[in-house]
């Protein structure tokens, strides 16, 4: 086996001083630490100092697999290096050897930050799926401190037939019902199938229009709809460049629909920007909350 150390590297347009802080700080963690929309990052402890012990569950967004990523801190120079050693456990977990070192480099280039991981490869994987993997997380890392994103999980029992379910949620009137919470006058124009482009709109209290342009990435009826957002609508104009469209490009926003014996499990994550992470923390359980009634009813 080829033992020689992987190398991932990503370069950020944002200071060292931010790049440390939201790779450090567990309420940022859970927003970045996953490698593609279908994972996300349930919880994240951090002890950030030498013998600090650090912690991370991750999972599938369907629930079906998940596992705990934990480890030692054994150097830290604050904005310039993290050193750490993996938890023995997690390769008992994943049924390999353990003893594997993780080196993370943060160097300075002003306004910018490279951040350099290099670590030793585990035996169950591939080199290549390995890097794919880590770099994949470092590339979502880059965009989480790039946009300011926070990404956000709701779940909800509903106890309704996932069909119904998924129905009632993505049906034009009833759509409408449960997303008042959001804006009175909610609505949606387009398709819900995978590829096609739809806008989510509503009239704000002056009577103008405004929403999301967006596009569907992914629609796997009962189970899993994942929306992409391309940018923004300000009356009957769609903004897809500039700096307003720009904070928004790319957000992603997924429905995973979970069969428990006659109930859902409807589970919502999402991006938004950080301005609006409190918004959306209060209005995602009431809109949810009203979505379980009429599925209900």
Same mark, same amino acid.
């Given at each position: 086996?080829?033992?020689?150390?992987?190398?991932?590297?990503?370069?950020?347009?944002?200071p060292?001083?931010?790049?440390?802080?939201?790779w450090?700080?567990? @309420?940022?963690?859970?927003?970045?630490?996953?490698?593609s929309?279908? %994972?996300?990052? $349930?919880?994240? /402890?951090?002890d $950030?100092?030498?013998?600090?012990?650090? #912690?991370? *569950?991750m999972?599938s967004?369907d629930?079906?697999?998940?596992f705990?990523?934990?480890?030692?801190?054994?150097?830290?120079i604050?904005h310039?290096?993290i050193?750490y +050693?993996?938890?023995?456990m997690?390769y008992?977990?994943?049924?390999?050897?353990?003893?594997?070192?993780?080196?993370?480099?943060f160097?300075?280039? #002003?306004n910018? *930050?490279?951040?350099?991981?290099?670590?030793?490869?585990e035996e169950?994987? +591939?080199?290549?799926?390995?890097?794919?993997?880590?770099?994949a997380?470092?590339?979502?890392?880059?965009?989480y401190? /790039? *946009?300011?994103?926070?990404?956000?999980?709701?779940e909800?029992?509903?106890? &309704?037939?996932?069909?119904?379910?998924?129905?009632?949620? $993505?049906?034009?009137?009833?759509?409408q019902i %449960?997303?008042?919470t959001?804006?009175p006058?909610?609505?949606?124009?387009?398709?819900?199938e995978?590829?096609?482009k739809?806008?989510?709109f #509503?009239?704000d209290?002056?009577?103008?229009?405004?929403?999301?342009? &967006?596009?569907? !990435?992914?629609?796997?009826p009962n189970?899993?709809?994942?929306?992409?957002?391309?940018?923004i609508?300000e009356?009957?104009?769609?903004?897809?460049?500039?700096?307003?469209a720009?904070? %928004? @490009?790319?957000? *992603?926003?997924?429905?995973?629909?979970i069969?428990?014996?006659? !109930? =859902?499990i409807l589970?919502?994550?999402?991006?938004?920007?950080?301005?609006?992470?409190?918004?959306?923390?209060?209005? %995602?359980p009431?809109?949810l909350? =009203? $979505?379980? !009634?009429?599925?209900?009813e």
């Amino acid at each position: 086996m080829n033992n020689q150390k992987i190398k991932v590297e990503v370069e950020i347009n944002a200071p060292v001083e931010k790049v440390w802080e939201f790779w450090t700080n567990p @309420k940022d963690i859970v927003s970045w630490n996953f490698a593609s929309d279908d %994972w996300c990052c $349930l919880n994240a /402890e951090n002890d $950030l100092v030498v013998g600090g012990k650090f #912690g991370a *569950t991750m999972s599938s967004t369907d629930k079906s697999v998940s596992f705990n990523f934990n480890g030692v801190y054994d150097e830290i120079i604050l904005h310039k290096k993290i050193s750490y +050693s993996v938890d023995p456990m997690y390769y008992k977990q994943k049924n390999i050897d353990g003893g594997r070192k993780v080196d993370v480099e943060f160097v300075s280039l #002003g306004n910018k *930050t490279k951040v350099i991981e290099t670590f030793d490869p585990e035996e169950m994987h +591939s080199r290549e799926l390995q890097q794919q993997g880590w770099q994949a997380i470092l590339n979502n890392f880059k965009k989480y401190v /790039e *946009t300011n994103m926070e990404r956000l999980h709701f779940e909800i029992e509903i106890n &309704s037939p996932v069909e119904h379910v998924f129905k009632t949620m $993505l049906g034009n009137e009833s759509y409408q019902i %449960w997303t008042k919470t959001f804006n009175p006058t909610s609505n949606f124009k387009g398709n819900w199938e995978k590829g096609n482009k739809i806008l989510f709109f #509503g009239t704000d209290d002056k009577g103008n229009l405004g929403g999301m342009v &967006s596009k569907i !990435k992914e629609n796997i009826p009962n189970k899993f709809v994942s929306i992409a957002h391309q940018g923004i609508l300000e009356g009957d104009k769609e903004i897809t460049s500039g700096p307003q469209a720009d904070l %928004w @490009k790319n957000a *992603t926003e997924n429905y995973t629909f979970i069969k428990k014996e006659n !109930k =859902t499990i409807l589970v919502i994550d999402t991006d938004t920007i950080k301005d609006y992470s409190d918004y959306f923390k209060e209005t %995602w359980p009431k809109a949810l909350e =009203t $979505l379980k !009634k009429i599925c209900e009813e």
